[in-house]
């Protein structure tokens, strides 16, 4: 296998803004704490290591939800160093898609493990444990229900609504059978969806296998799996869910951030509500909104007063789901954690976050853009070699790659210059004619050469 490095600058599928924190643009310093730099961290553990992490409770927690598995000796041993003060986590995220769903899934766990690794080096008297979070509190199933594979779109319907992490695996059963036709009969292909089906049988909810199979992959790299949709970390989480549910200091917090990041001229990427919390139920996830003098649960008859609703978060924390722009604060405070590893768009939101992390009183973590690849396959290689292309050129428009092609291994000119000029002549000679029938008529006879003149221009340029 060969290895390409490219800036990301050079690459133009990626976004403006996601490539200026990348080059470090200076708009964006204030926006984040620490620097991307190995030397960065140790002002993040001097300053994470000031709060109080309840680390006992995270480690039962982590237990429980592993002791079901053929855990990794590995993870035992990263789990076992969480209960030490001078142990940290390095943490990514993602919806729990179809099978993995996309490649970029399995780069970000991979880019947390390594980024673990060179901490360890770096820092020898802590510990660093990669930690993936994999809870499906979200209810937008139609985000994770899919997955594309060999030019193949498989779809899941499970005829169930609310968090997509408490449907059933039972009805996955149809999917599960496409998904062996297309994985071919090689025997790393049977492996792989042997241990899919396995788990995916095994589990009852979508949760629970989603938590197995990231386990399963990544085991033997001491991967520590977290489902964050736990009572017993929401209970740490309740003051701050009262106070944003009470009081709602988000929304201006993250707004006046919002402001001054488009100042500069990054757009905005999660809209803050006055609450930032949804209700969970049997078969739903609603928003939670105040109307009234009293908080109601959207699409449903779930009225609190503002007593109520303070009683209900200390009776069941574990009802109260945060939204995109209070899951990072939930995960930082339940976690003894030092950085955060996502994709453009994901540090894009996090960016809006700084002022929100000051109010609550948690560290605001190092942001690390995940590795991104992509992968070419030996037919592909073999054409671009034909071809003569080179993997620069993947990031060239399509129309000017075959006008290249044409014009270094055609024969003949593709220039088109004498047929255009033999055009004209014949347009020369209509105006000619037209000129001793009407005269006004001479302009619409170089109009219609005009439009004859761009219609093989466009021609040209899509060669």
Do not use: C
């Not at 939800?65 to 001078?86: A, F, M, P």
């Not at 085991?219 to 009081?247: H, M, Q, S, Y």
């Not at 109520?308 to 604060?329: G, T």
């Amino acid at each position: 296998m060969k290895i390409y490095k490219l800036p990301y600058p050079k690459i133009p599928l990626f976004a403006t803004g996601d490539i200026k924190y990348i080059i470090e643009d200076p708009a964006l310093r204030p926006f984040y704490k620490f620097p991307v730099t190995l030397a960065a961290f140790q002002n993040a553990i001097d300053d994470k290591s000031k709060e109080r992490t309840d680390l006992s409770t995270l480690v039962e927690v982590l237990k429980a939800q592993h002791s079901r598995l053929n855990i990794g000796k590995l993870v035992v041993d990263n789990i076992e160093k969480l209960s030490l003060d001078n142990t940290f986590t390095v943490v990514t995220a993602h919806q729990p898609s179809l099978f993995t769903g996309p490649l970029y899934y399995i780069f970000k766990i991979v880019s947390a493990i390594k980024l673990a690794s060179q901490l360890t080096a770096a820092y020898p008297d802590s510990n660093f444990v990669p930690v993936f979070i994999s809870s499906g509190e979200d209810h937008d199933f139609e985000e994770v229900n899919h997955l594309h594979l060999f030019g193949k779109k498989l779809t899941w319907e499970s005829g169930e609504s609310g968090p997509v992490g408490n449907m059933k695996t039972a009805s996955l059963g149809p999917i599960l059978q496409d998904l062996k036709a297309i994985m071919g009969e090689s025997e790393a292909a049977k492996a792989l969806y042997e241990l899919i089906e396995r788990i995916h049988v095994k589990n009852a909810t979508y949760a629970d296998a989603a938590f197995e199979l990231a386990h399963e992959l990544f085991k033997d790299e001491g991967l520590v799996v977290l489902n964050t949709n736990e009572a017993r970390l929401k209970r740490l989480f309740a003051p701050i869910i009262k106070e944003e549910i009470l009081t709602q200091p988000s929304q201006q917090l993250v707004n006046q951030t919002i402001a001054k990041l488009e100042a500069v001229g990054f757009p905005s990427q999660a809209t803050p509500r006055e609450i930032n919390f949804f209700y969970m139920g049997d078969q739903f996830r609603e928003r939670i909104v105040e109307e009234g003098g009293v908080f109601r649960v959207l699409n449903t008859k779930l009225v609190f007063s503002r007593e109520e609703m303070e009683a209900e978060i200390d009776a069941h924390p574990e009802r109260f789901s945060p939204n995109v722009v209070m899951r990072p604060i939930y995960q930082e405070r339940i976690l003894p954690n030092l950085a955060y590893i996502g994709g453009g768009g994901e540090l894009a939101y996090w960016l809006e976050r700084k002022a929100q992390f000051e109010h609550f009183g948690l560290n605001f973590p190092v942001l690390v853009r995940r590795n991104s690849a992509m992968w070419i396959d030996a037919g592909s290689a073999k054409r671009m070699e034909k071809l003569n292309m080179s993997v620069d050129d993947l990031w060239s428009d399509t129309n000017e790659l075959v006008r290249k092609y044409l014009n270094e291994n055609a024969e003949s000119d593709f220039s088109l210059q004498a047929e255009k000029a033999a055009n004209k002549a014949i347009f020369e000679k209509i105006a000619e004619k037209t000129d001793k029938v009407d005269q006004s008529l001479v302009k619409t006879v170089w109009a219609e050469h005009s439009k004859a003149e761009k219609a093989s221009n466009n021609w040209r340029q899509g060669w």
